[in-house]
Structure formats: structure tokens, C-alpha cells
């Protein structure tokens, strides 16, 4: 079964205090991986995609990197404004499977002043 | 507007009742896609249209889900006999193309069955 899975759950951070969120995916035929931002009360916003293994792209403090297993989204010197639960969704090849993305749980991050 | 729009931003209806979500989605969008978000979960999908058809709808629940798209713009989601578990924020999404490239989400609607 096709499965995406977040970590972690919950992130504080210090401003200013670099780190990583995972998405972790197995899946029988990707056709893409999908970072959303949401905040509270919102829709998710789009942030990035990814299509293939070594592929990167970057987004003021934000940068996400793309293996044949995970995905990290890196979140360099963040700033309170960007906390924010952090989506990560996959596109998974039709062929019986449903042309929506499926999402994973989410990291609920905190960046404290 | 300029973004996806979805009315009521809050429903609350009794149980075994009926409700009408609706979503309007950015002009040109030919691609609409509908999901559910519980607290603490990611949005699960629903229904995806490409124009007026339902392309995929094997995420709906249950027979008492319903989605219409008729004129290949505004989507209306359909729930008969709503139930508590039927409470949840419901989301839809437009992108210029299948494939959920670049969707864009509305704002949801928070569904409360009592």
C-alpha cells in the first residue's frame, strides 16, 4: 500500500535555528512530491515540486531535496513567520489509483523569538 | 476573485440531514478536486473533475457523498443523511491541468454535525 509518513509530528525551533523536516514515501510509481504550507484556519499553500531523485529547489529560507525514498525540506535560519504546519503529498502514477495527491500527517512547526 | 472561493466558511447541521458545500474555483481552472481534512490529519481526497466529469471518485466515503460540476466551473459537494463522523473541514482545489500540478486551495469549510 502506498503510504507517506512525516517527522517529525512537531518541530520548535529557536529563530535563527537551521533544521530539517522528512517525508518518507513508499510507493509503486511516483509522479511527483509536493511540499504545502498551511496555517491555521487556512488551505494548504503551495510550496514546491519535485519529479526526480536529486532534484532541489529553493524558496527564500526553504530548500527541498528529493531521494528515491524521502524528502527533506530544509529550513535555513527561519524566522518566527514561518511557523507553520509543513504538507508533504505525493502524486501517485494512475493505473487504478486516485489522480488526487495523498497527503501525509504534517509537521507542526513552531519558531519561537 | 482571484483565488479559490468556498461557501459557507462554516456549516453546522443536525444529524441526518442535508448539506451543500460549494467551491468556485480560479477562472480557467480545468482541474477541481475535492478533500476532507480532520483535526490533527493531512486533507484526504475525495473527487477530482477535469471540466464538467468526475475523472476519479474513489475517495468518496460512502453513497452519501455527491459531487456536481455542471458547467465546468463552480463544483457543488452533495452529503445526505450527514452523520457526526461527517464533521471535518472540507477543501477544494484548483490547478490549470490534472495531475494536481500547482493546485491552489480555497480556505475550506468547517462542516459540524451535531
Known amino acids: 500500500e502506498d503510504q507517506v509518513t512525516q517527522s517529525p509530528e512537531a518541530l520548535r525551533l529557536q529563530e535563527g535555528e537551521s533544521s530539517s523536516l522528512n517525508c518518507s514515501y513508499t510507493?509503486?510509481?511516483?509522479?511527483?512530491l509536493f511540499w504545502y504550507r498551511q496555517d491555521p484556519g487556512k488551505g494548504p499553500e503551495f510550496l514546491f515540486t519535485?519529479?526526480?531523485a536529486g532534484e532541489e529547489k529553493e524558496k527564500e529560507r526553504l530548500k527541498a531535496t528529493l531521494t528515491k525514498k524521502e524528502s527533506f525540506l530544509h529550513i535555513t535560519a527561519p524566522k518566527p513567520e514561518d511557523s507553520a504546519t509543513y504538507l508533504c503529498?505525493?502524486?501517485?502514477?494512475?493505473?487504478?489509483?486516485?489522480?488526487?495527491?495523498?497527503f501525509g500527517k504534517g509537521t507542526h512547526l513552531i519558531i519561537q523569538p | 476573485g482571484a483565488g479559490v472561493s468556498q461557501t459557507p466558511s462554516n456549516k453546522v447541521t443536525e444529524k441526518g440531514k442535508y448539506v451543500e458545500l460549494r467551491c468556485d474555483p480560479i477562472?480557467?481552472?480545468?482541474?477541481l478536486y475535492w478533500y476532507r481534512q480532520s483535526l490533527g490529519q493531512g486533507p484526504e481526497f475525495l473527487i477530482y473533475?477535469?471540466?464538467?466529469?468526475?475523472?476519479?471518485d474513489s475517495g468518496l466515503p460512502n453513497d452519501r457523498f455527491f459531487a456536481v460540476r455542471p458547467e465546468g466551473s463552480v463544483s457543488t459537494l452533495k452529503i445526505q443523511r450527514t452523520e457526526r463522523g461527517d464533521s471535518a473541514v472540507y477543501l477544494c482545489?484548483?490547478?490549470?491541468?490534472?495531475?494536481?500540478?500547482?493546485?491552489?486551495f480555497g480556505q475550506g469549510t468547517r462542516l459540524t454535525v451535531v
Open positions: 473533475f477535469q471540466g464538467t466529469g468526475a475523472a476519479d
Open positions: 477562472s480557467g481552472h480545468t482541474a
Open positions: 482545489a484548483s490547478s490549470l491541468g490534472p495531475l494536481s500540478a500547482e493546485a491552489f
Open positions: 519535485l519529479y526526480s
Open positions: 503529498a505525493l502524486a501517485i502514477r494512475s493505473g487504478g489509483g486516485a489522480d488526487g495527491l495523498t
Open positions: 510507493v509503486s510509481g511516483l509522479r511527483g
